[in-house]
DNA sequence: CTGCTTGCAAATGATTTGCAGGAAA
DNA sequence: TTTCCTGCAAATCATTTGCAAGCAG
C-alpha cells in the first residue's frame, strides 16, 4: 500500500494526515515482524530524529483505536504490534520470545465450522487466534 | 489440593516451603480467575499484612519458572496468572479486558488430530491454546 | 550452620499525561 | 479559523533489584 492510499484511510476514519502518522506507518512496513514500540520509535529516529517518542506511542494507540493495527502481546512484557489485519494465527517461541505469522486457511475454515455449530453459553465469538507455542528449528 | 499437598510439590521442585509461598497459593486458589499480580497482593495483604509486593513478584516468577502456574497475557497492559495448567483455552472480551477460562475436549482432539497430520516448516508445536473474541453476553 | 528467602526502599523502564505551540482542514 | 496533533518533560505505575536480616532444611 502505498503512503497515498494510507493517507486515504487516515481521512476516511476521520484522521488527519501527518508526517508523523506516515512515518509509523513507514516503520510498521519495514519492520513487520511483530515489532515493539521501541523497535517503532528507533527506525523513525533514524530517518525523523525530530519525531518524539510520545507522538508514536499516540500514534500507536490511535491505530490500535481506528483497528489500522492490532497490539498483540507474549508472556513477555512489552507490547507488541501487528500490522497484518487478516485472519491469521500465531507461532510462538517461550525460550527467546520470537512470534512468527501463521496463516492457514484449512484450519480457519476447521474452526469457522466448528463454531458455527457450537455455541458457548454466555458469549458471542466474533473472532478467533490459534497460538501455537513451540519451537523453531533451524 | 491441600497446602500439605502443595508443600509437597515446592519440595519435589526444590523449593523451600515458606509462610509466603503457600499464602500466594491460598491466594491463587481464591482468585482463580486470571488475577493480576494486584489483586493477589491485595488478597494476601488481608490476612498477611506483613508480606510485601516484592516478595509476591518474586514468589509468582518462581511459580512461573517452576510451571507451577502459567503467565497469561491480554492485549492490556498487566500480568495476570492462571494457576491451571490442564489444556484450555479462553474467552476474551476487548471491551473491558475479561477473559474466561474455556474447556473444550471435542476441539482439542480436532486441533490435535489436525497438527498430527500437519507440519508447520521449520517449527514443532508442543502446545496450542485457541483465544476467543468476542463479548459475554449478560 | 548455610544458602535460599524475605522485606524494604530505591531503581527501572515502558507507557501516559498535561500543556503550550503548531499544523491540517 | 478551529480543531486536532505534536513535542517536551514530568509523572505514573507495574515490575525489578540490591542488600541486610531472617528462616527453612
Redesign the pocket.
Known sequence: MHSKEFSKIL?EKG???????LAVYEALCRERVHP???NIISIISEKYP??????V???L??FVEHKIIKRVKTDS???RYDSVLDRHHHLYCEENDRISDYYDEELDKILLEYFNNKKIPEFKIEDFKLQLVGKFTP
Chains 1, 2 share one sequence.
Do not use: C, H, N, P
Open positions: 481521512t484522521l488527519k494526515v501527518t508526517i508523523q502518522r515493539t514500540s521501541e525530530s519525531i518524539s517518542a510520545g507522538t506511542y499516540k500514534t494507540d490511535t512484557d512489552v507490547m
